[in-house]
């Protein structure tokens, strides 16, 4: 069983940056596909960014150019979010793949508002 944990939420202008991490219980290379999820309030959650092993990257069109996904060389995931708007707003929640078992974490809030 994967457990993940998010980290970096929390309240920032519009315009501004955070780092959001996931720290996983097993190295992050044993996984195929990393990736960040978000759910806005009264909205389905949605595809952010995503990584493969091999680490190419794809991203949402709403934050492309403005956040990055990498991972390090451990257990960890991250997302750099620059330039942050109000409409990134919402609950962010890491998920990977090991095979084809999907596991998520608990989520970590975002807000963005002036």
């Known amino acids: 069983q994967v457990q993940l944990v998010e980290s970096g939420g929390g309240f920032v202008q519009p315009g501004g940056s955070l780092r959001l991490s996931c720290a996983a219980t097993e190295s992050i290379f044993s996984f195929k596909v990393m990736a960040w999820h978000r759910q806005a309030p009264g909205k389905q959650r949605e595809l952010v960014a995503k990584m493969s092993a091999g680490g190419s990257t794809d991203y949402a069109d709403s934050v492309k150019g403005r956040f990055t996904i990498s991972r390090d060389r451990s257990k960890n995931m991250y997302l750099q979010m620059n330039s942050l708007e109000p409409e990134d707003t919402g609950v962010y929640f890491c998920?990977?793949?090991?095979?084809?078992?999907?596991?998520w974490g608990q989520g970590t809030q975002v807000t963005v508002s002036s």
């Open positions: 998920n990977v793949y090991r095979g084809s078992v999907g596991y």
